[in-house]
């Protein structure tokens, strides 16, 4: 008798302090329309239970009786920003990440979460990790997703799939060879929660030699792990700055390929017809980068690989955009990280302006084109009634000047406000 008069209290008590019991009207902002059409000005967002209930003109959209009103005059409302390649534990060469070298999986979590709040801060409301130790993104996941912990809404890979001898290997690192040992392999990061698998295809800047040009993986490794990550529903992507790794990764059904640093048209028109992403990180290769490389330390070997593959990179990315691959923002920096000014994330889509995109393609590039590429379309990356109530409010109107998105004054995500 007891026990359940303590039980019913608890649940009375519960419920007046659940943060959507109460519905959040957004008024007077303008919500950007992500398909060019015009924008809802003067309008009213209505939020409830974490989802957006309602949108449309003040004229027509009525606030709900007791609703939290969020005054955003002035502000022009997005969907929140989508960065798909972030390993929220990075570790770099060079005097940062030599750091790092003692540290136990413990403090990389507790860094990993403190990371998490950083990027939901700074406006990025949805990650994917292509990579990161010990599972330990996972974890992070499932405590955002319960709300033990604040944080961005995460995909994960898990750990990298890769070959013996591979970019990001350890030096006494035996890894996985052939068919069967790639198959155990997939299996044993979907177990663990991975709804991506991230291969790494070719040698990349961070791994001191290497031919980052090369194909290290063969036609029945690269199939093996399509064949066993699509039987579960399951996407792949990869790792990848080879032309030759990448036709054969696209003929073997991959699904995406992250930097592409020597990519041309040629591969990218395939990826195009096959319905393959692109994930650039041009971030990675640029010159905005460097005062974060001399920030971290980084070795002279370490410059020396991106800046022999910068010009490259760019040249790949001008053609990913006049050929129109499907392109979703990512940036292997993380979400927050400074760069020239503002954060990686925005940066990166910065660049994609100048390499051709416009404004509102870069946006979309950073909201609805990755939810496309999570198929997470039907829940994230726009605002439209039903959606998830993640959105952020800016000082200028980024569909036409992607560089709005370098003064963010509101982030809401799930419904509640974090800044
Ligand atoms: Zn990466």
């Known amino acids: 008798m007891r026990i359940r008069f303590d039980l019913g209290m608890l649940l009375i008590l519960a419920s007046p302090l659940g943060a959507q019991d109460r519905p959040v009207a957004i008024t007077g902002g303008t919500v950007v329309d992500l398909d060019g ?143 069967y040992e790639f198959r155990k392999a997939v299996r044993r990061e979907i177990r663990a929660g991975a709804t991506w698998i991230k291969l790494a295809i070719s040698g990349g800047i961070a ?42 990764a696209v003929a073997a059904g991959i699904d995406g390929i992250e930097h592409g640093y020597f990519l041309t048209r040629a591969e990218f028109e395939l990826m195009r017809d096959s319905g393959v992403w692109y994930v650039p990180t041009i971030l990675v290769s640029q010159p905005a980068t460097m005062p974060f490389f001399e920030r971290i330390g980084s070795p002279e070997w370490y410059l020396d690989r991106v800046r022999a593959v910068g010009e490259r990179h760019w040249d790949a990315l001008r053609a990913a955009i006049s050929v129109g691959v499907d392109i979703a923002l990512g940036t292997d920096q993380f979400p927050h990280e400074e760069n020239d000014g503002t954060i990686a994330t925005v940066r990166e889509a910065e660049y994609y302006v100048a390499a051709g995109m416009t404004d509102l393609q870069a946006l979309r590039a950073a909201t609805i084109e990755p939810a496309r590429m999570l198929g997470a379309d039907d829940e994230l990356g726009s605002i439209g009634v039903g959606k998830l109530a993640d959105l952020i409010g800016v000082a200028g109107d980024p569909s036409l000047d992607i560089s709005a998105l370098r003064d963010i004054r509101l982030v809401i995500k799930g419904g509640e406000v974090v800044r």
């Open 37 to 179: 059409g015009p924008h809802i000005e003067n309008a009213v967002v209505v939020l409830r239970d974490g989802r957006i209930a309602a949108v449309g003109p003040a004229t027509t959209t009525r606030v709900p009786d007791g609703a939290k009103i969020i005054d955003a005059t002035g502000l022009w409302l997005t969907p929140g920003l989508m960065n798909m390649h972030v390993h929220l534990g990075l570790k770099l060469p060079g005097a940062a990440g030599a750091a790092l070298v003692n540290e136990t999986r413990a403090e990389l979590a507790l860094r990993m979460a403190a990371n998490a709040i950083a990027s939901l801060r700074a406006g990025v409301t949805t990650i994917r990790i292509p990579g990161d130790e010990g599972h330990v993104d996972l974890a992070l996941k499932r405590a955002i997703d319960r709300g033990d912990l604040q944080g961005p809404r995460i995909y994960s890979s898990g750990q990298m799939v890769q070959v013996t001898g591979g970019h990001g290997s350890a030096v006494d690192e035996i890894a996985n060879d052939g068919p």
């Open 207 to 248: 791994t001191q030699g290497g031919d980052i040009a090369a194909s290290f993986m063969t036609r029945d490794e690269l199939e093996a792990v399509t064949d066993v990550a699509h039987r579960h529903g399951v996407k792949v992507t990869a790792h990848s700055g080879s032309p030759e790794a990448t036709r054969e």
